[in-house]
């Protein structure tokens, strides 16, 4: 397979794509090209930023993701959140204590949950809105508001939380990665959700396709730590994912 050389550096991008990591080795056998070809290319495409080399091939480099507001959030991928939020809410059984985690589509299992008698515990404000005009018994965390998410976090949220028990946690994120875990992009967001899921029993991840493969500042689990729950499993290294993680597509 002989190609130029700006081809060959494109190729490479595509391959990294899907596999995160790929081997200088089998870089050499795609292209049919010496070894000191393609150190050469992964040398150049380095020095671009397009990669990090490693030890017997590259890498591929994790762009951190920039949050988007609430609104954003909400108007994206509705139809997915609202089908993850009804096999969630389905998961809950009476009389539980649940935690509900800021996020767009930990707030589409409310009206799901309104015909159950539940405790709702949450750190959101919207959440707590509309689980009180549903009826629900709600309990606000105290703390300081993040205006982006409307979340309730930090020293005084994670103390809190420290006093109570959950049944179920369901939780919101900006990324999931097989390396890096589930990240989000406050550090004291983070840090509230990971007390959060320390507290309960069982914790579930509620993320749509979009979420995955995606990196933000803040580390808040490893994937071992949580159920993911989502709409389906089509992106690169799905395989990796559900080494490390349960993973339950709505609908399969």
């Known amino acids: 397979m002989k190609v130029l050389t700006e081809e060959r550096q494109q190729e490479i991008l595509r391959l990294l794509k899907e596999k995160e990591i790929i081997k200088t080795r089998e870089l050499m056998d795609v292209f049919q090209v010496s070894e000191s070809t393609i150190r050469r290319d992964l040398q150049e495409m380095e020095e671009a930023g397009w990669l990090r080399r490693i030890h017997g091939g590259a890498k591929k480099i994790i762009k951190l993701e920039m949050e988007p507001s609430m609104t954003e959030k909400s108007s994206k991928n509705v139809q997915e959140k609202q089908a993850i939020a009804k096999y969630a809410a389905s998961l809950v059984m009476p ?56 979340a309730v976090v930090g020293s005084q949220t994670i103390e809190q939380l420290k006093t109570y028990y959950f049944d179920k946690a369901f939780m919101g994120t900006n990324g999931i990665h097989e390396e890096y875990g589930y990240t989000t992009a406050d550090t004291e967001e983070a840090a509230t959700k990971k007390a959060a899921m320390n507290q309960a029993q069982h914790v579930f991840i509620l993320a ?27 992106v690169g290294n799905s395989h990796v994912l559900r080494e490390k993680t349960m993973i339950k597509e709505v609908g399969k």
């Open 208 to 234: 749509d396709e979009s979420k995955f493969n995606k990196v933000n500042f803040a580390k808040m689990g490893n994937l071992d730590e949580a159920i993911v729950i989502t709409n389906q499993l089509s």
């Open 95 to 150: 009389g539980e204590f649940v935690f509900l985690d800021a996020g767009t589509t930990t707030f589409e299992m409310l009206p799901f949950l309104a015909d159950k008698s539940v405790q709702i515990i949450t750190n959101s404000v919207p959440h707590a809105n509309l689980s009180i005009e549903l009826g629900l018994p709600t309990t606000m965390l105290g703390g300081s508001i993040r205006l982006t998410t409307k």
